[in-house]
């Protein structure tokens, strides 16, 4: 964002206001009018916040020389940078906030919270809750949404959401099967619920007397504390704001702190979220509600929806969806009712015995506000783009209709196209799109748009293409990094940790690096934009990648004394190694990470590669010096630096490394893998449990560092598809692999692969041709092993 400087340059002709008179997009700057009412510099926040841009700026004078109102922002003013790269910038100030926010037109939203509080206060008064009989709090008892604990979590959308998760928030709860769930250290239910409703009137009673941070000691309602939250906006409004989830709690008391956040429990840091609030002196007479609205539109949690695709197979369904703002399901047969009656999926699943096709509909129940979906005709058409809204998942049931599972979806059909070449679209009722293929959706919609626009407007992309969230191994990679600032990738070889490093690094830093062009953060290992992408990081230097080995030192990786060149007889000078240059780098550029990547950590003298450097690769320890010996140069480690190394556990064990380093590096255990060899098989033998069953016994026969990852079979990223393909991988590949391991004890390699194969007697493999060795590893390794499970 770039401020006005007070006033705001109008184009002729064109529908975006802007900020800098030498922008490029303008080609009248020469005889341009100004708008000068924008002392603040915040009229473009005010411009974008409003519902109906077109009349706001009308309403202010706001127009070009046609008398036409501005409703778009250019680049100049405000330039898209990708959702990795923002989460590194810093909020804009919450008085700027303040002065924007249109307190009146979400005073409504609060009061209409307010009216939903005072009816669940009606039908539950607080008078009642000491003798409350469970029946009337309890899910999962057949009673609808007359229970407090639907109408708390599903029946008050307006006081906010706690939907998610399972039903043990609420403490005590009937599941499907007719036994009751609560706390083991009850005896019974009676028991547990006395406890738990005393709790939640002892937690009701504290706030009203000012004592919010004593609630986190009332132990019989401490796991249920969503629930305890929002119990308070009812019957204690104004003692906490309405932000239920500690994690969002933790966020603005972050932003709003001055300094260092003191350690506290759940409540107390309600209680001290509600006093900074206050002390910021933002306009007084804002209730509660109004203030965590307020919030939540000045710094929502940074957190990447989910995109899924749903491919509408059932014709005629498109239309409907698309008028009524909605995905609605019509089981065919016996339907399951609400599925919010079910505690958890396994109770779901339960009820789904011998109709496995209702099975996916739970993915309805778990989809959340700002969730993309993509809707689909087969692998080439888009029919449109949503996204889910607050009201979430329904089940819709009336008189004469046959009963629908609903999920409120804001539809845009200006996402419509057709692709080519096909998408290969993962499989799935509700699958997750890979980012690389909803950036062709959102470029494909970006290309249409701009064709139908005028000059100005066509000439900067449209910016609706946020990123797919990461996926669970790069999100694992990518918390450990910025929790310690250095992780390490072990397991067995073969279980990707090499390329699970190189991915992230693509994606991670590609989405950082908004000054560098051409970049492909979304592109799969084994395409070319995905080389491109990661040569042009490495030759920026953000990413750098090394291998330790026997001979590397500290004199390679910090610095080093070598010979001087262009001098005389013999003359030596420090020359810097390269974490020393990648760590100068970025220090010069703090807006940037810099990430060096480690292959084989575990084969080098890793405390004599580090030296000193031990003591500055803690978080707490960035940014402070060291005095290195051979240079005596002062040197730290900025924070912006990551540190991401890999290890095979088959070389050598995690518990064989220096504690000093064990102890400043996260460490992430990736083990084999068998969902990508799902459905592929050669001749008989489906890869899969082939796989998996290989590795059962080399865990009992060696441990489970031995095991063999699924890269082998994975040769290019797709699955091996002929008995040659497989026969040359199993003799050349993991064959040789366990014979090391096994010390060449071919009694143990037998049973490993069956004597078929392995002869134990000659200490040799036997002679197979190719598609006998297959059916062999068919016999021993599918056949046998499923006769020999218990039925």
């Not at 939903?116 to 008892?141: K, S």
């Not at 014979?739 to 004890?745: K, N, T």
């Amino acid at each position: 964002m770039t401020l006005s400087g007070g006033s705001i340059l109008l184009p002729l002709s064109g529908r975006k206001i802007h900020h800098d008179p030498a922008c490029g997009h303008l080609t009248d700057s020469g005889s341009l009018d100004t708008f000068p009412d924008d002392p603040d510099g915040l009229l473009w926040w005010r411009l974008l916040d409003a519902p109906d841009p077109a009349a706001y700026a009308r309403g202010i004078g706001l127009v070009n020389s046609q008398n036409q109102p501005l409703t778009g922002l250019c680049s100049c003013v405000l330039r898209p940078v990708g959702a990795a790269r923002a989460e590194s910038l810093p909020y804009c100030p919450v008085e700027w906030a303040a002065a924007v926010f249109d307190a009146e037109r979400h005073r409504a939203d609060a009061e209409a919270a307010d009216r939903e509080a005072a009816l669940i206060r009606t039908r539950f008064p607080f008078a009642d809750w000491e003798h409350l009989p469970l029946e009337r709090y309890a899910l999962g008892q057949g009673t609808g949404n007359d229970a407090y604990s639907y109408v708390i979590e599903y029946g008050s959308g307006r006081l906010g959401s706690i939907t998610g998760g399972s039903a043990m928030k609420h403490l005590v709860y009937r599941r499907n099967d007719g036994n009751w769930w609560h706390d083991s250290r009850f005896e019974d239910v009676s028991e547990a619920w006395e406890a738990v409703r005393s709790g939640i009137v002892e937690a009701v009673r504290s706030a009203r007397d000012g004592r919010v941070g004593d609630i986190d000691g009332i132990t019989a309602v401490r796991a249920g504390n969503t629930v305890i939250a929002k119990t308070l906006h009812v019957y204690a409004n104004g003692s906490v704001l309405p932000l239920y989830a500690d994690s969002l709690t933790r966020h603005f008391v972050g932003l709003l702190a001055d300094g260092p956040v003191p350690q506290m429990r759940p409540f107390e840091r309600k209680a001290y979220l509600k006093q900074l609030f206050d002390r910021t002196g933002i306009p007084s007479g804002w209730s509660a509600d109004l203030a965590a609205r307020f919030l939540l539109w000045w710094a929502p949690t940074p957190s990447a929806p989910r995109t899924l695709r749903l491919d509408v197979d059932v014709a005629g369904l498109w239309p409907s969806w698309l008028e009524t703002g909605h995905i609605a399901v019509t089981p065919k047969g016996e339907d399951v009712g609400d599925l919010h009656r079910f505690a958890d999926r396994e109770e779901f699943a339960e009820a789904c015995t011998g109709r496995p096709g209702l099975l996916p509909l739970w993915e309805l129940l778990l989809l959340r506000p700002g969730d993309r979906i993509v809707a689909t005709s087969g692998n080439t058409e888009v029919l449109g783009v949503g996204r889910v809204t607050d009201d979430g998942y329904a089940w819709l049931h009336s008189e004469g209709d046959r009963p629908r599972h609903s999920v409120a979806v804001e539809w845009d059909a200006s996402y419509a196209t057709v692709l080519q070449p096909p998408v290969s679209w993962r499989a799935g009722f509700l699958a997750e799109v890979k980012p690389a293929v909803w950036e062709r959706v959102a470029r494909a919609r970006s290309g249409a748009l701009a064709a139908g626009e005028g000059a100005e407007d066509a000439a900067e992309p449209v910016a609706d293409t946020p990123p797919a969230p990461l996926d669970p191994v790069l999100q694992r990679i990518g918390d450990a990094l910025d929790r310690r600032g250095q992780a390490v990738l072990y397991g067995p070889p073969g279980t990707g940790k090499t390329y699970e490093a190189l991915r992230y690094a693509v994606r991670r830093l590609g989405e950082l690096a908004d000054d560098l062009p051409g970049l492909h953060p979304y592109a799969d290992p084994g395409e070319p934009a995905f080389r491109a992408t990661h040569r042009a990081l490495v030759g920026a230097g953000r990413l750098t990648m090394v291998t330790f080995h026997p001979n590397y030192g500290y004199e390679d990786f910090i610095e080093a004394l070598r010979p001087a060149k262009g001098t005389a007889g013999l003359s030596l000078e420090v020359r810097d190694g390269v974490f020393k240059r990648v760590c100068a780098r970025a220090e010069q550029d703090p807006g940037h990470t810099y990430l060096v990547l480690v292959d084989e950590l575990n084969r080098g003298d890793l405390p004599k590669i580090f030296g000193e450097l031990i003591t500055l690769l803690e978080k707490d320890k960035r940014g402070y010096t060291v005095t290195l010996p051979l240079s005596g140069e002062d040197f730290a480690v900025p924070p912006n630096v990551q540190l991401l190394g890999t290890m095979n556990t088959a070389d050598r064990s995690i518990r064989m490394l220096d504690s000093a380093i064990r102890r400043r590096f996260a460490f992430l255990e990736l083990l084999p893998d068998t969902e990508p060899l799902a459905d592929a098989v050669v001749g008989p033998l489906d890869l899969k449990v082939f796989l998996t069953e290989l590795n059962a016994r080399i865990r009992v026969g060696l441990d489970r560092e031995k095991q063999i990852g699924q890269a082998f079979l994975l040769p290019g990223g797709e699955p091996v598809a002929t008995p040659q393909e497989l026969a040359a991988v199993v003799r050349d590949e993991i064959l040789p692999l366990l014979q090391e391991y096994a010390y060449d004890d071919y009694g143990l390699l037998a049973g490993f692969l069956g004597t078929t194969v392995i002869d134990p007697v000659a200490h040799s493999p036997r002679d197979l041709d190719d598609e006998r060795l297959v059916s062999a590893l068919y016999e021993e390794l599918q056949v046998k092993a499923h006769a020999s499970q218990p039925e």
